[in-house]
């Protein structure tokens, strides 16, 4: 059955939703689309960009690039510093051996063994010569290094830094092939160390790179590990002290409690604890600054808001409870530069304790007008003056260490080739250790009286002959014609006529340089006898009273800082704050409060440098002054009275003497070509360096001289008394007994020495 097909409709055709038109079919066809790099091609301009960043970063370190004038003049200070500290460390160790030296012998001779003299003496000496370069190694600051040592520490920075390039290339080479032997054997961890610390530090090197413009160092950025005196300015003012402000009272926290100075440890701490403590104690400071750590403490400079910082010397005991410190470990010294700042030290230690020794003098290598050093600040600072036209007054009490700085004094004097050193004590030993250098040692009133009114008159006719021998209007010192240093030590147990004698010279001898030295146990005049104590141009205070501080340096003194009352003098056991002093009126030097230590030396040294002084030749006073003396009226008060009739009434207190009688007096050595004419005094003194030959000895106790006499000489001697003997001896100029130094057991006798007596022959 054949199957019907329905009909369909016909296919329509396709017709597009738009047409084209004939302009658009007209245009030319655009390019297909470029392809992407491949991921080779952009691994490649990477790496290719990371090399270029890795090659200019290593080439401007090698080339030193980043080091910017402040960090390459930072290697060449410090590099400097290093230096200094190693010389200064070496210096130290000579020294120490010096010490130990002398002290060994000085121990054997003690103990009997036999050490001569000279050995003594030539390791004293070295002693001193090493403290002497010591002082000078430590007293040299570090100065800012030079162009020539900023381009050496430049270039040799950069040599290091290719040196560390060239030696990790060579050294990576047995490590990477380690690393990979272990890797074949399993063991693959030395390979991952060494391919992670290779690829983090390509990491590093690799990184975009812009090189540093490093231009000029502006002032301001001055090396911090320069010394203070050399720190640059900064650009718009001057750079002074209190520059540095570490913090002011407007920082410290809320409810802040006091704490006490140990627990600080960094500046900013002990500015903390510094306002804290104060505003604990109503003390106005403001402001801390400039703070540095030392062996012995803190020092910094404080400012006040208000008053002056004399709050802080009157609060010094408080504030020391708050810092938990020793009595005067609170130690403000106000600036005259800043009237409300102070340099405020806080001490926990002997600030002195690193000050150098006395340093060598050799005899006649100094002049009077040359300054010379006797001690230390408590901030490390020289004290060094010259005693040329100086009239001087020290004052301390018992204990106080007078007699130390009158040696420290007269060390440096009797080193002079143009002055002599004269020596007055009514009631001790005066400079003692030292009178071997002395020309003159006056210990009675009589002695003492004769010697001032001589150098009075001899100031007076000086006045007169200045212009004839063409000085002008001051004497100048020279080996022909000497200056004259009088130390006079016990002023108080002077006599009155005494006292005045050395008031008139005082007045009157600065222009002629004979200068007197007055030591005392106050400065009030109950001890002077006279308010000459702030006349004096230079005068200082050690351990006293606090009447005798306002008494020498003004009414006002202590509240500008002049606390010598607060120095403590020696005991038997204990030094203390002997030898400690405030001081003012040192030639070339401003006025500061300031505490100062004067230098030791061991009574050997000093012995032994009097010993070497008097071998030299001890001067004596011009011929030209002597002879103008005797044109010269004497004071009325040392005139003999008559009445009416013309009769004695009353004799005179002192006699004018001439050089040689005043010499004789004193026990001292006659002049350079004065003969000792025959007699007993010039056999004793023959007899006596004849046994000391015999005995081969160069120096012999009064007894003992006197009993080798008597062994050597029965007929002469054997009747004489120890007495009658050293009045024989001073007759015939050798003087009273010295200190002759250890003999046997004994550490210090007195007696005759062999040269001085040869001397008087």
């Keep these: 059955m054949a199957t019907e097909i329905e009909h369909q409709p016909p296919y329509e055709p396709y017709e597009p939703p738009f047409e084209w038109s004939d302009e658009e079919l007209a245009k030319p066809a655009e390019p297909a689309e470029p392809k992407g790099p491949s991921r080779g091609d952009r691994i490649k301009a990477t790496a290719k960009e990371q090399y270029g960043h890795a090659t200019a970063r290593t080439k401007d370190w090698l080339a030193g690039g980043d080091l910017d004038p402040v960090t390459v003049i930072q290697l060449a200070t410090d590099a400097k510093q290093r230096k200094a500290d190693a010389k200064l460390a070496q210096q130290q160790r000579l020294a120490a051996e010096a010490h130990g030296r002398f002290a060994h012998a000085k121990a054997r001779s003690e103990a009997g063994e036999p050490v001569s003299a000279n050995t003594l003496a030539s390791l004293g000496g070295r002693v001193a010569a090493e403290e002497s370069k010591l002082a000078a190694l430590q007293a040299l600051p570090v100065l800012p290094p030079t162009d020539r040592e900023v381009n050496a520490a430049r270039t040799s920075k950069k040599a290091g830094r290719a040196a560390i390039v060239a030696g990790g290339g060579v050294a990576s080479l047995p490590l990477v092939g380690a690393a990979i032997e272990q890797a074949a054997t399993g063991q693959p961890m030395l390979l991952a160390v060494v391919t992670t610390a290779a690829g983090y530090g390509w990491y590093l090197i690799s990184r975009p790179f812009v090189r540093s413009q490093a231009g000029e160092a502006p002032f301001g950025m001055a090396p911090a590990s320069l010394p203070a005196t050399f720190q640059a300015e900064p650009t718009g003012g001057a750079m002074g002290v209190g520059s540095h402000v570490v913090m002011n009272v407007e920082q410290l926290a809320e409810g802040a409690r006091p704490f006490p100075l140990r627990n600080a440890s960094t500046p900013d701490q002990l500015a903390e604890c510094v306002l804290l403590a104060a505003r604990a104690e109503n003390v106005p400071i403001v402001e801390v600054s400039d703070v540095t750590r030392q062996p012995w403490g803190w020092q910094c400079v404080v400012r006040v808001g208000e008053g002056t910082p004399e709050a802080i010397i009157s609060k010094a005991g408080d504030l020391e409870t708050r810092f938990d410190l020793k009595t005067n470990g609170v130690r403000p010294q106000p600036l005259r530069a800043r009237r409300a700042c102070a340099i405020l030290r806080l001490v926990d230690g002997d600030p002195f304790a690193t000050a150098p020794g006395l340093p060598y003098r050799a005899p006649l290598s100094m002049s009077i007008t040359d300054r010379f050093r006797i001690g230390t600040s408590v901030g490390g600072d020289p004290l060094e003056l010259s005693l040329a036209g100086v ?111 050395a008031f008139d010279l005082l007045l009157v001898g600065r222009k002629e340089l004979i200068e007197v030295e ?213 007759k015939a100029g050798a003087g009273a007994p010295l200190t002759l130094g250890p003999i046997g057991e004994e550490k210090n006798p007195r007696g005759f020495k062999r040269d001085r007596l040869r001397h008087l022959l």
């Design 391 to 501: 009239m001087g007054l020290w004052v301390a009490a018992s204990g106080g260490g007078k007699t130390g700085i009158l040696q420290a004094l007269a060390e440096g004097t009797t080193a002079c080739r143009d002055n002599i050193t004269i020596d007055l004590d009514p009631h001790g030993d005066g400079l003692e250790d030292l009178g071997d250098a002395v020309r003159i040692t006056a210990r009675s009133n009589e002695q003492i009286e004769a010697v001032l009114l001589f150098f009075l008159v001899m100031s007076k006719a000086r006045a007169r002959l200045r212009a004839k021998l063409g000085m002008g209007k001051k004497w100048k010192a020279s080996p022909q014609h000497p200056a004259i240093t009088i130390f006079f030590d016990e002023f108080p147990k002077a006599t009155d006529l005494a006292k005045k004698l």
């Design 518 to 730: 007055i030591a005392s146990q106050g400065g009030q005049k109950g001890y002077l006898g006279e308010n000459f104590a702030q006349m004096v141009a230079l005068k200082a205070v050690g351990p006293c009273k606090v009447g005798d501080t306002r008494a020498v340096f003004g009414d006002g003194s202590v509240k500008e800082g002049y606390l010598p009352h607060k120095l403590s003098p020696a005991t038997d056991t204990d030094p203390k704050d002997a030898g400690h002093i405030f001081i003012q009126g040192v030639p070339g030097m401003a006025d500061e409060p300031i505490e100062y230590a004067i230098h030791e030396t061991p009574s050997q040294v000093l012995r032994q440098l009097a010993e070497e002084r008097l071998a030299a030749g001890l001067l004596d006073p011009d011929q030209d002054s002597l002879d103008a003396m005797k044109g010269v009226d004497l004071p009325e008060y040392v005139e003999p009275e008559y009445d009416k009739d013309g009769d004695l009434k009353k004799p005179a207190p002192v006699e004018l003497l001439t050089w040689e009688q005043l010499l004789r007096l004193c026990g001292a050595e006659p002049p350079a070509g004065a003969e000792l004419t025959d007699g007993p005094a010039r056999a004793a003194v023959e007899d006596s360096v004849t046994v000391m030959e015999k005995a081969g000895v160069d120096r012999m106790k009064t007894e003992t001289l006197l009993a080798s006499l008597q062994d050597y000489d029965p007929d002469a001697y054997d009747e004489m008394g120890v007495d009658e003997f050293k009045a024989l001896m001073k």
